[in-house]
C-alpha cells in the first residue's frame, strides 16, 4: 500500500472513528432520563419474544402486525447482555432455566430504569454505525465533502437523534430504509458491484421486519431500476430487452436477499407464513380507518386532523433544524440553476464550479450528481405522498426521510460554498466572518450550528422544534407534543415534597410517570367499569400536556383543572409540559360524567350525582340507565339498587331490581370518595303506552329490609319519552286471564291481571290488555266495579284509558294497550264473593260500548271478569 493510500486509509478510519463517537455520545447518555409510553409494551413483547425462542415455539414470536421484530431483536440484546452481567458478577451458571427466571422477574408493568439502559443500547450502537456506514455510502454518491457533512448533519439531527435513543421501531426502520435505499444507489449508478445489491437486500428486509411503511422500498426501487434502465439502456430493441432482463434479474435477487433477511430473522415465517404477513397487512391497512393512536389526534389548535394533507408538510417544517432547510433550499436551487443552464451556454466559472462539486467522485460527470440528488428528492416527496395517504398521523411516522433530507441540505451546503469561492462575491462567508470555501471551516460551522440547535436539548431531544418557526413557543398550538419527556421531572419534584413515599398521585401517563416516582401512582382514566374518577383518591394530579391538547378523557375535566391554579408548573425549553395540582376536595359539577347532573343524599353515606337515560342500542323495548355514586364513608350494608318506569300516578311499567354495577361492585366494598357508574337496563313492560314517564330510583338493604331514604321526598329520574311497544313472540303481554271480548267492534279485551289481599281496605291492582280494532275517532272513559250478589257497589275507578294519559281517539288501528287500575276495596266490605264488571261508555252521554263475548252482560254491557272472595280481617 502506497504511502498516499495510507495516509488516505488512516484519515477515513480516524473520520469514521470521530463519526462514531460523534453519533454516540450524544445518545448513549442518560438514556433513563424518562419513558415513553409505548417501550413498555414493547418490553413486554420483546421479553414474550425471547420466551419463545427459548422454547423453540416460533409461531409465538409474532407479537404485533408492525411487525416490529428488529424492536424485539435489539431489547432481546440488551436483556441478554443485562443477564450475561448479571450472572457473571453473581457467579450464577448461565442456562436456560436461569434465562427463563430472570425473564420472569423483567418488570415490564413498571419498567426499571436500568432495564431502560440495556434495552435502549443496542439501537444506540445500531444507528451510531449507520452515521459512519452513511459517510461512505454518500461518498460514492456525491463526494467525500458532501458525505463528511451528510453524516455530522444526520448524527445530530434532533428529531432523529430522539427516536434513535428509544426502544422502538421508527429509527430502526429509518435506518435500514435509508441504508438501503444508498446502497442501491451506488449500485445503480457506480460499478455495479453485487455487494451493494447485496447490502441494499439486506436493508430492506431488515426494514420490513421493523415497520410496514418501510414496503414503500418495492416500489421505489423499481423506479430506481426503471430509470437506470432508461438512461443506460442500448438503443436497438434486441439490447433494450436483454437490458431490460437484466434489471428485472437484478430486482429479483434484491427481493430475494430482502425476503431470506424477512424469514431468517423472524421465526413465525418458518411455520406460520401466511398468519405472519396477514397480520402485517392488516395492521398496516386497517389502521388508516381505527387505530387506538387516532384518539389523541391534535393538529392546527383543535383535538382533529381534519386538514390531513397539510400534517406532515407542517410538522416537518417543525422538526427540522433551520440549518437543513436552507441546505435544501439551496440544493435545489443550484440543481434547478444547473437544469436552466445548458452545457455550452454555461459561463466558465459555473465549469469550474461543476468540476470542484464533482471532485472525489468515481465518474465526475455532471449527471451522476444530479441523477442522484433528483432520486434522493424524490424519494422524500414519494414518500411524504405516501405516508399523508394512511388515516394515522404522527410526526415520527415521517422519520424515514430525514436522513436523506440531511444528504440533500450538505449537497446544498457545499455547493454554496464553493458558488461563493468561484464567484468572488463571498457575502455569506464575509457575514460570518469565516472563510467557508475551506472545506474543516464549513465543516466546523455546520457541526457547531447543527449541535447549537440539537444538544441544548439534551437529554429530551424531542422538545426540540424549529425556532424559525416559533420553537416551543408556536409548536403547542399547531401539533401533539409530549411523549413521556418531563414527567420524570414532575415526578422529581413530588418526590422533594414532604412525606412524598406515603403520598398518591394521578396522573394520565401512569405507567409512564411510575417509575421516578416515590409514592403510589394512580390513573387518571377509568381503567375498570366501576370507578369512574379514579383521581379523586389522589393527593395530587400530574396534567400533561398532550393530554391537555386532545381533552382527555373529555373537554369538561381539561377546562376544569386548566380553571385550577396549579402547585407547580414543569417548563421545558420554553414549553409547559405539565402541571402539577393539588386534588381538589369539592366535586365540580361540571367534572361529573353524567348528562344529567343531580346531587341527592342518601342517609350520610352515599351521594347520588345524575344519570344518563338512553334506549338499549338495538332494543327499543328497553332503557339503558346510568346512576352516578359518590361513596362519602365505608359501610357495612350491602344495599341493592332499584329502579322503576312510572307514569304521572306512580303506577309501574318496567322494574329492574340489581347490586350495583353489574353485581360487581357492592356498596359494602366502595372505598370511600370513590364515584361509581352504574348501568342498569331496564325494560318496559309489552304494551306500555307512548308518553312522558319517568324513573324512581331506590336504595335498599335486603337482609334488613329497611331502605335508604333520599333527601326530600324519593328521587325521581326524567321525564323520559316511551313510543310505542309493539308485543312480540319473543316479548309476550303475560296476560294472566286471557279474554276475547268486543267492544262495539272497535276495541277488543284481551285479558287482565289483579293482584290484591282481598281483604277489606286493601287495593285491587288490576291491569286490562286492550287492542285498537279501528280507527278511533271518540274517547271513551273506563270503569271498573267490585259489586256484590245484590249489585251494590264496594268499590269503583272510572277514567279515560292509562289514568287518562292515553285516551281512545290517541290509539292506532292494531295497537295493543295496556291499562292499570287501582280499585280500593271498601273497609266496610263484609266477607264473601264479589264480582269485578268492566266496560266503557261515552263520557258525554254515559252511553255504554255494546259488548260481545263470553263472560258478559249483554243487557248491562258490562264485563265480567273472575270472582274474588273478600276475606276478613
Not at 68 to 97: D, P
Not at 295 to 324: E, M
Not at 642 to 664: A, C, E, F, T
Not at 838 to 857: C, H, K, P, Q
Request: hydrophobic share 45%; charged share 20%; aromatic share 12%.
Amino acid at each position: 500500500m502506497s504511502g498516499k493510500k495510507l495516509h488516505t486509509f488512516g484519515q477515513r478510519v480516524a473520520v469514521s472513528i470521530g463519526l462514531f463517537v460523534l453519533a454516540l455520545v450524544p445518545r448513549a447518555l442518560a438514556l433513563n432520563a424518562f419513558l415513553t409510553p409505548d417501550e413498555r409494551r414493547w418490553l413486554s413483547r420483546s421479553v414474550k419474544f425471547l420466551t419463545a425462542l427459548l422454547y423453540q415455539d416460533w409461531a409465538f414470536t409474532l407479537r404485533k402486525g408492525h411487525p416490529g421484530v428488529t424492536t424485539m431483536w435489539t431489547a432481546v440484546a440488551g436483556l441478554m447482555s443485562k443477564y450475561l452481567f448479571g450472572a457473571w458478577s453473581e457467579g450464577i451458571s448461565v442456562s436456560q432455566a436461569s434465562l427463563l427466571e430472570f425473564l420472569q422477574e423483567v418488570p415490564t408493568d413498571m419498567v426499571g430504569l436500568d432495564y431502560l439502559v440495556a434495552i435502549r443500547f443496542p439501537t444506540v450502537l445500531l444507528t451510531s454505525a449507520f452515521v459512519v456506514a452513511l459517510y461512505f455510502l454518500v461518498g460514492k454518491l456525491l463526494g467525500r465533502k458532501v458525505a463528511l457533512l451528510s453524516a455530522v448533519l444526520v448524527a445530530l439531527d434532533p428529531f432523529y437523534l430522539a427516536h434513535s435513543r428509544l426502544l422502538h421501531h421508527d429509527a430502526l426502520v429509518t435506518t435500514f430504509m435509508t441504508l438501503s435505499l444508498l446502497s442501491f444507489l451506488v449500485y445503480v449508478s457506480q460499478t455495479r458491484a453485487s455487494g451493494y445489491l447485496v447490502l441494499s437486500g439486506l436493508g430492506a428486509g431488515l426494514a420490513f421486519l421493523s415497520k410496514a411503511t418501510s414496503l414503500f422500498l418495492v416500489p421505489f426501487m423499481g423506479l430506481l431500476a426503471w430509470m437506470a434502465y432508461v438512461e443506460q439502456g442500448a438503443a436497438s430493441p434486441p439490447s433494450r430487452w436483454q437490458e431490460g432482463r437484466r434489471w428485472l434479474g437484478r430486482l429479483l435477487v434484491w427481493g430475494l436477499i430482502a425476503g431470506v433477511t424477512l424469514v431468517a430473522l423472524w421465526p413465525a415465517m418458518w411455520v406460520e407464513p401466511a398468519k405472519a404477513l396477514g397480520e402485517v397487512w392488516e395492521k398496516s391497512t386497517s389502521a388508516a380507518a381505527t387505530d387506538v393512536h387516532t384518539q389523541g389526534d391534535f393538529f392546527l389548535g383543535r383535538p382533529t386532523l381534519d386538514a390531513k394533507i397539510l400534517f406532515y408538510p407542517v410538522t416537518l417544517l417543525f422538526r427540522t433544524t433551520p440549518l437543513s432547510l436552507a441546505g435544501i433550499a439551496m440544493a435545489i436551487s443550484f440543481l434547478v440553476r444547473r437544469y436552466r443552464l445548458s452545457r455550452d451556454s454555461a459561463t466558465q466559472t459555473e465549469k469550474r464550479w461543476r468540476g470542484h462539486l464533482d471532485a472525489g467522485l468515481p465518474d465526475s460527470k455532471d449527471r451522476v450528481r444530479d441523477r442522484n440528488l433528483i432520486s434522493f428528492l424524490r424519494y422524500i416527496f414519494l414518500f411524504l405522498v405516501f405516508i399523508s395517504l394512511g388515516g394515522i398521523k404522527y410526526d415520527r411516522y415521517l422519520l424515514p426521510i430525514y436522513p436523506v433530507l440531511e444528504i440533500v441540505a450538505a449537497e446544498g451546503l457545499c455547493q454554496m460554498a464553493q458558488w461563493e469561492k468561484l464567484k468572488g462575491s463571498a457575502w455569506i462567508s464575509r457575514t460570518l466572518g469565516l472563510r467557508l470555501e475551506r472545506p474543516w471551516t464549513l465543516l466546523l460551522v455546520v457541526l457547531a450550528l447543527q449541535g447549537g440547535f440539537a444538544l441544548p436539548h439534551y437529554p429530551y431531544f424531542l422538545t426540540y422544534y424549529n425556532p424559525a418557526f416559533g420553537g416551543g413557543w408556536l409548536a403547542p398550538q399547531v401539533m401533539l407534543v409530549g411523549w413521556g419527556e418531563g414527567l420524570d421531572q414532575a415526578a422529581y419534584y413530588l418526590n422533594d415534597l414532604d412525606d412524598a413515599v406515603k403520598a398518591q398521585t394521578a396522573t394520565w401517563y401512569d405507567s409512564e410517570f411510575a417509575p421516578f416516582y416515590l409514592g403510589e401512582t394512580l390513573p387518571f382514566r377509568e381503567l375498570d367499569a366501576g370507578n369512574v374518577i379514579p383521581w379523586l383518591m389522589s393527593d395530587y394530579v400530574v396534567s400533561y400536556i398532550p393530554q391537555v391538547q386532545s381533552n382527555a378523557p373529555d373537554e369538561a375535566t381539561v377546562r376544569y383543572f386548566r380553571s385550577l391554579e396549579p402547585e407547580h408548573t414543569l417548563h421545558l425549553k420554553g414549553i409547559d409540559y405539565a402541571w402539577i395540582y393539588r386534588t381538589p376536595q369539592n366535586l365540580s359539577d361540571e367534572i361529573i360524567p353524567a348528562s344529567h347532573v343531580r346531587r341527592v343524599s342518601f342517609g350520610d353515606g352515599i351521594l347520588f350525582l345524575g344519570y344518563d337515560v338512553d334506549r338499549t342500542q338495538g332494543d327499543a323495548d328497553k332503557l339503558s340507565v346510568t346512576l352516578y355514586w359518590r361513596c362519602l364513608r365505608p359501610m357495612e350494608q350491602n344495599y341493592r339498587v332499584w329502579l322503576k318506569l312510572v307514569n304521572g300516578v306512580y303506577h309501574v311499567w318496567g322494574q329492574d331490581d340489581s347490586i350495583p354495577v353489574s353485581g360487581r361492585f357492592p356498596t359494602n366494598i366502595w372505598p370511600e370518595g370513590t364515584v361509581l357508574r352504574d348501568e342498569h337496563e331496564l325494560e318496559i313492560l309489552p304494551g306500555t303506552p307512548p308518553g312522558l314517564y319517568h324513573i324512581e330510583v331506590g336504595l335498599y338493604d335486603p337482609q334488613r329490609q329497611e331502605s335508604l331514604k333520599p333527601a326530600g321526598d324519593g328521587m325521581l329520574l326524567g321525564p323520559v319519552e316511551i313510543t310505542r311497544q309493539e308485543p312480540s313472540a319473543a316479548r309476550p303481554l303475560d296476560v294472566q286471564h286471557p279474554l276475547e271480548v268486543s267492544l262495539a267492534d272497535e276495541i277488543l279485551l284481551l285479558g287482565y291481571n289483579i293482584e290484591s289481599g282481598f281483604r277489606p281496605g286493601d287495593g285491587i291492582h288490576l291491569t286490562l290488555f286492550w287492542q285498537c280494532l279501528e280507527e278511533m275517532k271518540r274517547d271513551y272513559t273506563v270503569f271498573t266495579h267490585l259489586v256484590d250478589k245484590e249489585g251494590n257497589f264496594w268499590g269503583q275507578k272510572d277514567n279515560e284509558p292509562v289514568d287518562g294519559f292515553y285516551p281512545t281517539e290517541q290509539w292506532q288501528v292494531s295497537e295493543i294497550v295496556r291499562d292499570q287500575y287501582d280499585i280500593t276495596i271498601s273497609p266496610k266490605a263484609p266477607p264473601g264473593e264479589y264480582q269485578l264488571e268492566v266496560g266503557m261508555y261515552l263520557a258525554e252521554t254515559g252511553e255504554r260500548l255494546a259488548v260481545l263475548g263470553e263472560g258478559v252482560d249483554q243487557a248491562q254491557r258490562v264485563i265480567l271478569l273472575s270472582p274474588v272472595q273478600v276475606v276478613g280481617i
